[in-house]
């Protein structure tokens, strides 16, 4: 039996694909994620490092993934095994499983945040409130042992359920619903957030450059950002184009998917920014950020209970549609490899990560003290993933398709059933040289700096 012969699912149609990778690509990182880095780093200088970055590494970085994943319809460790059998290029794809294990590990504790708020809004507890008083129901919620990890359990557990059911259809049925309803009601609250006494300063704050506060934590911070946010750089776009079909124009859904993204996280700071400024928050705050921010724009909305019930329901789908592809790269690895049933691998890598969380979970309360590189447990999981272990694979992804594999036989692959790719060549120049020494340089120096006092 040859492996190829496995039927395999696959995306109903180009739309369906985009839907479904754009719903991966969205979620807390653009909503949650985005507006902390850029209050952590300054405002307007990470915004436009991040524009950048996102056109020159990030969108030909997601194109040699679905590439890759596309020719050899694999998983991200099988993938490296069809096209080069035997050799040391599937550490891509173990690092790759390794960093969805630890990813999904916090984004769940962070995500039962957003589902706890739903219940909080439907209980009233955010009815008129003071920004002050926000504040400090966080961190009531947060600082309990047991509570976030009732929510974080809760959502691991609908997380399983979905990637037990199976991928392309579900997936693709609730990120058609869910993506326009969640840029209506952003377009919405931006208009109110921008409108708040005192916003423009915030405004002005995120959208003008301050080009004296460009070093190199805001390039590693914007770069780690790009990463976590298009999914990129541990084979979920590689695994959700192995189920994509020959005739799709693979750069063309690359580009859609990387604007929407950057639309939804730019609104999601328009919302945010601005309210920081009207409210007199520290942006610098961190995780808790947008925790204590958006119930405090709400209570100042008409319907501002119903806004902020709705709000916390389309995040929770959001981050679910995102978490869905996180567990998928590492079940399809269980499943294509060990020849787990699907069922028995959701089950048991779910509860792994569920466990794997409690860390992350108590950091914002018991163990709050606990530090490691001046990190909490949440600081130091994302950190080490977004900052290091996503880069590392997005180069060790280029390296592997501009001098392993070979840019000529990916572009071959693009190009099939009349698919145009004007922009070819430049993809394989960028992915050949300027890709290498760019993230090269960048993860070399930023470890450098870490151990440097
Ligand atoms: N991109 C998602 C978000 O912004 C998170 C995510 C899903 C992710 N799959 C990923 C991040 C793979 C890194 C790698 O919320």
Redesign the pocket.
Known sequence: MTVMAKEREQWTGRVGFIFAAAG???????IWRFPTAVGQNGGGAFVLTYLVIIFLIGIPVMIAELVVGRRTQRNVIGAFKVLVPGSVWVVIGVLGVAAGFI?LSF?SVIAGWSVAYIFKFVAGHFYNISPGLVAREFEAMTSAPLQPLFWHGLFMAATIGVVLLGVARGIERWSKVLMPALVVLLVILAGRAITLEGAAEGIYWLLRPDFARLDLAIILGALGQV????????G?MLTYGSYLSRKEDIPGSAVYIALTDLAIAMLAALIIIPAVFAFGFDPQIGPPLIFITLPAVFSFMPLGWFFGILFFVLLSIAALT?AI??LEVVVAWFIDELGWRRPTASILAGLGIFLLGIPSSLSMGLWADVQVFGLTFLGLFDTMTTNFI?PLGGLLLVLFVGWRWGTAKALGEIRQEGVAFTLGSVWAVLVRFVLPLALAYILVSSVIAAFTP
């Open positions: 991966s690509a969205v979620g807390l990182g653009n990813i984004y990463f976590f946010s298009l999914s990129l750089g541990m979920a995102s592809s996180l996503l």
